[in-house]
């Protein structure tokens, strides 16, 4: 798939060997946004690391949409705590200087 | 090579179900996935040892193989052979052989199933490359202009491109730099994350820097000029008279270049400690004394 700024979802769909309705209820549980384009839906590409994520707990791990929203909203709780605990220690550092 | 226990590694019995394999998967699969677990090497570790345990015992012809010949896998199929010619030859003789010795967890799967990987279980997903992670350590100095560096990533050379003003932490993506796909699937990306030792006497927040000067206290009271060093040298600053103890000057544009912002630089602020004398002589100290009898606050 060449990098662009947004990538088709039926040729994502096709790639991948997935149902389109999987990138569907994603969008219906905010997990990912899908661009109309000429009423053809579109994701971004800077989407495209968390949808492939999304897919592979689902199919490796079987896990249902609710889980995978579940999921996704504690590994960026995960994310933003581990920046700031990084930032904290940045701020700790000067006074140890 | 080592041998595995793949009902260990799942935590299970050799009298274990099919359903009590599958659920043993599914419950350590979910805490080990390396996407549950980011930047957790050890996962991903474990994660792999998952996959394989639940690649030999979810299948009944190789599971029945790992049940047989357990430890014994490396002779497997020599001991097969043998067996057909006894049966051929309808002796009683017996072949003996011998136990696998040394090398690690993958050799072990390949050695008895072969090289089959995982995922042939009717379903072919094209898997996009691993992320590739890695940590780059500068000094600050090294990031105050734009410069260009050689990395070498999984033994690939990878010439990068460091903007001037990059923070410490900070992380940058280079696309398709990371582990080559499934199946014709796009490569991963390679995240770079800078670690900026600071070897400057400044203190960085952002663009903005921090520099704490001593000035004698005769010149904090009198005012004067002094010397004070910036990144890009020696400026001359004045001193007003009267000056107080943690009194901050801001220096515009004397901080560090902003990220990515081409000529533009945060502020450089100098924080005042007025410097009290010590090891003053006789006339010193008298005229200090006279000083105390002026009633000076």
């Given at each position: 798939?060449?990098?662009?700024?947004?990538?088709?979802?039926?040729?994502?769909?096709?790639?991948?060997?997935?149902?389109?309705?999987?990138?569907?209820?994603?969008?219906?549980?905010?997990?990912?946004?899908?661009?109309?384009?000429?009423?053809?839906?579109?994701?971004?590409?800077?989407?495209?690391?968390?949808?492939?994520?999304?897919?592979?707990?689902?199919?490796?791990?079987?896990?249902?949409?609710?889980?995978?929203?579940?999921?996704?909203?504690?590994?960026?709780?995960?994310?933003?705590?581990?920046?700031?605990?990084?930032?904290?220690?940045?701020?700790?550092?000067?006074?140890?200087? | 090579?080592?041998?595995?226990?793949?009902?260990?590694?799942?935590?299970?019995?050799?009298?274990?179900?099919?359903?009590?394999?599958?659920?043993?998967?599914?419950?350590?699969?979910?805490?080990?996935?390396?996407?549950?677990?980011?930047?957790?090497?050890?996962?991903?570790?474990?994660?792999?040892?998952?996959?394989?345990?639940?690649?030999?015992?979810?299948?009944?012809?190789?599971?029945?193989?790992y049940d047989q010949y357990g430890k014994d896998w490396q002779h497997a199929e020599e001991f097969e052979k043998a067996k057909a010619q006894q049966q051929y030859r309808r002796t009683s003789n017996q072949q003996s052989y011998a136990s696998g010795q040394g090398g690690d967890y993958s050799d072990f799967f390949e050695s008895m199933f072969g090289g089959s990987g995982f995922g042939h279980q009717g379903r072919e997903v094209k898997f996009r490359g691993q992320d590739f992670?890695?940590?780059?350590?500068?000094?600050?100095?090294?990031?105050?202009?734009?410069?260009?560096?050689?990395?070498?990533?999984?033994?690939?050379?990878?010439?990068?491109?460091?903007?001037?003003?990059?923070?410490?932490?900070?992380?940058?993506?280079?696309?398709?730099?990371?582990?080559?796909?499934?199946?014709?699937?796009?490569?991963?990306?390679?995240?770079?994350?800078?670690?900026?030792?600071?070897?400057?006497?400044?203190?960085?927040?952002?663009?903005?820097?921090?520099?704490?000067?001593?000035?004698?206290?005769?010149?904090?009271?009198?005012?004067?000029?002094?010397?004070?060093?910036?990144?890009?040298?020696?400026?001359?600053?004045?001193?007003?008279?009267?000056?107080?103890?943690?009194?901050?000057?801001?220096?515009?544009?004397?901080?560090?270049?902003?990220?990515?912002?081409?000529?533009?630089?945060?502020?450089?602020?100098?924080?005042?400690?007025?410097?009290?004398?010590?090891?003053?002589?006789?006339?010193?100290?008298?005229?200090?004394?006279?000083?105390?009898?002026?009633?000076?606050?």
């Amino acid at each position: 798939m060449e990098t662009r700024e947004f990538i088709r979802i039926t040729e994502f769909c096709h790639n991948y060997g997935i149902e389109e309705s999987f990138v569907l209820v994603l969008q219906d549980y905010e997990i990912v946004s899908i661009e109309l384009i000429d009423s053809e839906p579109y994701i971004h590409e800077q989407d495209l690391p968390l949808l492939e994520k999304m897919l592979r707990l689902h199919q490796e791990l079987e896990i249902n949409p609710e889980g995978l929203q579940a999921i996704h909203h504690l590994l960026n709780r995960i994310n933003g705590l581990q920046k700031e605990v990084y930032s904290l220690k940045r701020k700790l550092k000067r006074f140890e200087l | 090579m080592d041998f595995i226990d793949y009902y260990k590694v799942l935590g299970l019995t050799k009298s274990a179900s099919e359903k009590d394999i599958k659920s043993a998967y599914r419950k350590m699969a979910r805490k080990h996935h390396p996407d549950l677990n980011p930047n957790n090497a050890e996962a991903e570790k474990k994660f792999k040892q998952i996959n394989e345990a639940n690649e030999v015992l979810s299948d009944p012809e190789k599971r029945k193989k790992y049940d047989q010949y357990g430890k014994d896998w490396q002779h497997a199929e020599e001991f097969e052979k043998a067996k057909a010619q006894q049966q051929y030859r309808r002796t009683s003789n017996q072949q003996s052989y011998a136990s696998g010795q040394g090398g690690d967890y993958s050799d072990f799967f390949e050695s008895m199933f072969g090289g089959s990987g995982f995922g042939h279980q009717g379903r072919e997903v094209k898997f996009r490359g691993q992320d590739f992670n890695a940590e780059l350590r500068l000094n600050l100095t090294d990031v105050i202009t734009q410069h260009k560096q050689t990395l070498t990533v999984n033994g690939k050379n990878i010439r990068i491109t460091i903007p001037a003003g990059i923070e410490d932490g900070q992380t940058i993506k280079i696309k398709g730099h990371g582990g080559k796909g499934s199946q014709g699937a796009p490569k991963g990306d390679l995240y770079i994350t800078f670690s900026i030792q600071n070897n400057t006497a400044f203190k960085r927040e952002g663009a903005n820097l921090y520099k704490t000067v001593n000035i004698p206290l005769t010149k904090a009271v009198l005012g004067g000029e002094i010397t004070v060093e910036t990144l890009t040298g020696k400026v001359k600053l004045k001193v007003k008279p009267e000056t107080q103890n943690g009194t901050q000057v801001k220096l515009k544009g004397k901080g560090f270049p902003v990220y990515k912002k081409e000529s533009q630089f945060g502020d450089l602020f100098i924080t005042y400690t007025i410097k009290i004398p010590t090891n003053l002589t006789g006339d010193q100290k008298e005229l200090f004394k006279q000083l105390e009898k002026t009633n000076l606050n």
